[in-house]
Structures are given as structure tokens and as C-alpha cells.
């Protein structure tokens, strides 16, 4: 029997294997697919290649905002080919990492429970005295979609294998991703339609920033707020898509590709959970401890983006180092340490949530002080020609420590990471407005949004 099984090789299961190393050899990882992650081969890194390239055209076409007059003649015919060759060297970096290890440890094939304590893989019988499940997930599609289109219906899975940019391309989806992929590819010379279900965008929680990052993007992506397709069929090479529009009238458009973007699937339901509990049936429902990450009472543990409320990569990388202990010491299980939340959308602006956002501070009925800072006529973003978005400050009253922070400007990425610090070290409104603010810069906003919470603190006696 062996101490330990690990099932998926992501980002997740990767550094659960590298922590379980330390203390056990009698260990196996088990992988279906490809030895690499979704972050380097289809997520993080592809998509933030194409961000930047698009940022970097759109910034061209617009340089008339800082007095250039430039006259732009864009080839983007090598952009995909940018996007794969560079994809192809972060995925290498992966798999040369994972053929260094003990190849005795590695099983590539499909894992199938049999009961709590075995699996079944390649035709073989594995017992472990605990799992880490670090299966991942898949993207989403409708089915009647997928049907009706064919290879015409990509993920996010999917578009970096494209070998050019398509001419017309329709987008289902307003989240991080659908954001993201259809800000860089209109940027980039592609015409796109995005279907949004609602009026929300990315994932600022904040009806203020929410209002004003959809006025923004809205201004040159044709986002369809409030608009899903009624039905979608292939005519020859052409997609045809029938909506209707605000005002009930029927619309048609003629698209190459349809990217969905509607969110994943866990691949939990791959695993026969079911044959460990009879309860196991919807994956969605499974009894997972948010503290220990751990399954019911049975000696498994659940990682990564099979089940997770924020997929993001350094969640998965820090969860899966830390659920090792408790897998190595069960029965013994104690709650895992956590990061100060930090999340952020590469969208243009850039969005980000630093700390708690302004939601889930109201769902827990926690009193706080927000303190807003507009960018518009901020002095740095007006030089830099990219004044417009708003920032967001959420002060604890009785305690006027930082609890969190929602972002929608240029950047936010830098700004972001500083503010999770902060909130990490419980610093209070009086310590950041002490810190030094370099002028001109754009983090004399954050301090503008600051000096907007103490003046109400002010007012409040």
C-alpha cells in the first residue's frame, strides 16, 4: 500500500507531489492527458501572450492621446504563430521539471475508484492510505451547441491552436476569460460579438466599478449585455447566429468561430466517487471542508480547479503544497494556512479584487467605510493617456484596519499585489497614508481613495 496518491499532474498536483517528496518515496502520481498544466499550455500564459500583443497594437492606435500622430500599418498574420512558439517554451519548461522525477512515481492513464482506500487505473490496483484529488477541469459547453457546430465551436482550450486569427468571431460569456479574449482579439483587428447573460463583467463586485468598467469596455467592444443567442447553425464555413436585440427585434450575424466562455467543469466526475460513497453522485454537492480541503471524513483531499471557488494558480500551487500534511497524517487533519485573496483580470483596463471584495464583506454584515477615487482626471493616468476606471477602499470602522479593495484601472495588477500585502499585515488607514506616495504617480489615487474613507471617518466623529 502506498502512503500516498496523487491523481492529476497540474499545478495543483505538481506541487503536492514535489511537498510529498520531502517526507515519502512510497508515492505515485497518476496523470490523464498531457504532463503539463492548464495554466502554461492553455491558460495563464497563451492568454496573457495574446493580451500582451494586443495591448501593445492597441496602445499604437491610440497614441493620440498623449499627442502622437502615428500612422500604424499592422501585419498581425504572425500573431498565433507568437503565441504557440512562446506557449511552447513556458510548456517545456513544465515537462523538462516532470521527466527529472522518479519515473517509477509517474502513471499515465485514467483514475477509477474502487473504494475508499483503492483505484483502478490502466487495468491495475493501487491502494493508498490517503489521495490528493487534483483532477481539474474542462471547459464548459452547450451541448446543443456543440452538436449544431462542430470544431466551429472553440474554448479557451482551443483558440491558441487556431493557426491564424479569425476574421469574425462571437464570444458567449462576460467573465474573466471572455473579457480578456475578446478585449485582445478586437484589439487585434478581429470583429467580435460578446454575448453577455447579464450586465456583468469580470469580476468586480462593486455596482459602482461594475457601471463604469461596462461603459468603458462597452465603448469599443460590441458587448451585447443581457443577449444570448436563440439559435446557432453552421452554412458551409460560416457560423450563423440569430439573436434579439434590446428591443426585441430579430438580428443575424455571420461569424467563423463561436469561443465559449461560459466557465468549467470539474473532472471529479471522472473519478467513480460515487463507489466510495453512495451520496458521491453530483459532484457539486460533495461535503469538501473549505479549512482542510479534505473529503467528508474519507482520506481524500481535493485541490486545484476540481473544486475550488477561485481558480487561480497560486491558490492551486499553495493548497496543493499544504493539503500534504494533512493527507500524510490522517486521521489528523487541521485547517491549512490561507493567502490573503488577490485576483486579478488582464482585461484593458485591468480589474482586480485585492483582499475581501465589497460583496462578500456585505454578505457577512461587516460595517466598513468605502472610500472611491475616480481616474479620470488622476494626473499620472492623464499623462500616461489612460485616465479612466476607479478604484475602490474598504476600511473596517471599529478597527480602521484595510479588509480589501476593488480595482478598474490601468495596472491594477502592481497596485493589487501591494494592497493584498497590506491587508495581510492588518495595516490600518492612518499606517498607509503614512507610507511615502512618489508624485507623480498612480498610486496617488490609492491615497486620494484613502483620504475619501478618512474624511467620512472624519464626519462620523
Known amino acids: 500500500m502506498h502512503n500516498l496518491i496523487i491523481i492529476g499532474a497540474g499545478t495543483a498536483g505538481m506541487s503536492a507531489y514535489k511537498e510529498a517528496l520531502k517526507h515519502t518515496h512510497n508515492i505515485r502520481l497518476i496523470n490523464d492527458g498531457a504532463w503539463d498544466t492548464t495554466c502554461a499550455r492553455v491558460g495563464c500564459m497563451p492568454s496573457k501572450i495574446l493580451v500582451s500583443t494586443a495591448n501593445r497594437l492597441h496602445n499604437a492606435n491610440h497614441a493620440d492621446r498623449v499627442g502622437l500622430n502615428l500612422q500604424i500599418e499592422s501585419d498581425t498574420s504572425r500573431v498565433m504563430t507568437h503565441v504557440q512558439a512562446l506557449r511552447d517554451r513556458f510548456t517545456r519548461s513544465v515537462i523538462r521539471d516532470v521527466d527529472s522525477w522518479n519515473p517509477e512515481h509517474k502513471i499515465s492513464g485514467q483514475a477509477k475508484f474502487i473504494n475508499a482506500n483503492t483505484i483502478k487505473v490502466n487495468g491495475e490496483q493501487l491502494q493508498a492510505k490517503a489521495f490528493i484529488l487534483a483532477v481539474g477541469s474542462t471547459p464548459r459547453f452547450d451541448q446543443d451547441d456543440q452538436k449544431a457546430l462542430g470544431d466551429r465551436l472553440i474554448s479557451s482550450d482551443d483558440i491558441f491552436e487556431l493557426p491564424d486569427l479569425p476574421k469574425r468571431l462571437a464570444v458567449i460569456g462576460s467573465g474573466a476569460i471572455a473579457i480578456e479574449l475578446s478585449q485582445a482579439m478586437h484589439n487585434l483587428g478581429v470583429e467580435v460579438t460578446t454575448f453577455a447573460r447579464s450586465r456583468h463583467v469580470g469580476i468586480l463586485s462593486s455596482d459602482n466599478l461594475q457601471n463604469i468598467a461596462q461603459a468603458h469596455i462597452s465603448q469599443n467592444l460590441n458587448i451585447l449585455f443581457e443577449t444570448l443567442p436563440t439559435s446557432v447553425s453552421l ?227
Open 235 to 461: 452554412d458551409g464555413d460560416e457560423v450563423v447566429i440569430d439573436y434579439q436585440d434590446q428591443q426585441g427585434q430579430p438580428q443575424t450575424i455571420r461569424i467563423d468561430y463561436v469561443l465559449s466562455a461560459i466557465g468549467r467543469n470539474s473532472l471529479l466526475s471522472t473519478l467513480d466517487l460515487h463507489k466510495v460513497d453512495a451520496s458521491f453522485t453530483d459532484v457539486k454537492k460533495l461535503p469538501i471542508h473549505d479549512d482542510t480541503k479534505q473529503l467528508g471524513d474519507y482520506p481524500m483531499f481535493v485541490v486545484g480547479d476540481a473544486f475550488s471557488k477561485n481558480p487561480i494558480q497560486h491558490i492551486a500551487s499553495f493548497t496543493g503544497k499544504h493539503v500534504v500534511s494533512n493527507a500524510l497524517n490522517y486521521p489528523q487533519v487541521e485547517a491549512l494556512p490561507k493567502l490573503s485573496p488577490l485576483a486579478i483580470v488582464f482585461s484593458n483596463p485591468q480589474m482586480a479584487i485585492a483582499g475581501q471584495s465589497k460583496k462578500e464583506l456585505e454578505r457577512k454584515n461587516i460595517d466598513f467605510i468605502t472610500g472611491f477615487q475616480s481616474f479620470e482626471n488622476q494626473g499620472r493616468a492623464r499623462t500616461l493617456g489612460k485616465n479612466f476606471g476607479g478604484i475602490e477602499v474598504y476600511i473596517e470602522r471599529s478597527s480602521q484596519r484595510l479588509l480589501g479593495a476593488e480595482l478598474f484601472m490601468d495596472s491594477a495588477e502592481h497596485l493589487a499585489h501591494m494592497l493584498s500585502w497590506m491587508i495581510a499585515e492588518q495595516v490600518t488607514l492612518e499606517d498607509i497614508l503614512d507610507c511615502p506616495y512618489y508624485h507623480p504617480t498612480l498610486e496617488e489615487g490609492l491615497r486620494s481613495a484613502l483620504k475619501h474613507a478618512r474624511r467620512q471617518f472624519r464626519e462620523l466623529g
